[in-house]
C-alpha cells in the first residue's frame, strides 16, 4: 500500500489558516483549509471534505503545494489550443465568403458547409470538420439563412413583368 505524501514542514496549520483568511480566491482558500486540517493530523479523507474535493484530488494538491507553495494552489487555467486559422486567414476566408462563389471555378451556386470545407483547405491547406465550418462561420458573423441563388443567365425584366401587378385588397 503506498505512503501518504508528506506535507512540506515550512508552514504551521495557522499559518495556513491565516493565508485562507487573507486569501481573495475561494478556491486556494479551500486548499489551504484542507492542507491545514492535513497539518492537524486529521484523516486525509476527512481533510479532503473540508475543501470539497476527494483524497486523490488533494493529494494532488499537496504535491503542488509541496512544489510551489501556497501560490501553487491557484487555479491553472491555459488559453487552450492555437486556433488553426490565423487573424489574417481568417480575414481572407471572410471575403471568400462574402464574394461568393464563382460557378465555373466552385462548381456552385452558393455555399455549402462542405464546399466551404474544400475551399478551406486548398486555400489555407487546413482541414476542419464541417460542422466547425459553421461555427467559424457564425464566429466570423454570418447567418447560417442565406438568399436563394438566382440563376446566371436569369433575365431581370421577365422576372418583373411576371410579378403580379393587382391592387391589393
Not at 69 to 74: A, Q, T
Amino acid at each position: 500500500m503506498p505512503s501518504a505524501v508528506r506535507l512540506r514542514e515550512d508552514y504551521l496549520a495557522e499559518e495556513l489558516r491565516a493565508l485562507a483568511r487573507r486569501s481573495k480566491n475561494v478556491n486556494q482558500s479551500r486548499r489551504l483549509l484542507s492542507l491545514a486540517a492535513v497539518r492537524d493530523g486529521m484523516d486525509r479523507g476527512a481533510a479532503a471534505k473540508i475543501g470539497g474535493m476527494d483524497r486523490q484530488t488533494l493529494r494532488d494538491w499537496v504535491h503542488r503545494f509541496n512544489a510551489l507553495g501556497p501560490g501553487g494552489l491557484f487555479d491553472n487555467w491555459t488559453e487552450g489550443p492555437k486556433p488553426r486559422l490565423s487573424e489574417a486567414q481568417l480575414a481572407q476566408f471572410a471575403k471568400v465568403v462574402e464574394a461568393g462563389p464563382d460557378r465555373e471555378i466552385d462548381g456552385v451556386v452558393r455555399w455549402r458547409g462542405i464546399d466551404l470545407k474544400r475551399v478551406i483547405g486548398e486555400k489555407f491547406g487546413v482541414d476542419f470538420h464541417p460542422r466547425y465550418v459553421g461555427k467559424l462561420l457564425k464566429k466570423l458573423g454570418f447567418s447560417h439563412i442565406s438568399a436563394r441563388p438566382r440563376h446566371p443567365v436569369q433575365d431581370e425584366r421577365i422576372v418583373e413583368a411576371f410579378k403580379k401587378t393587382s391592387r391589393a385588397r
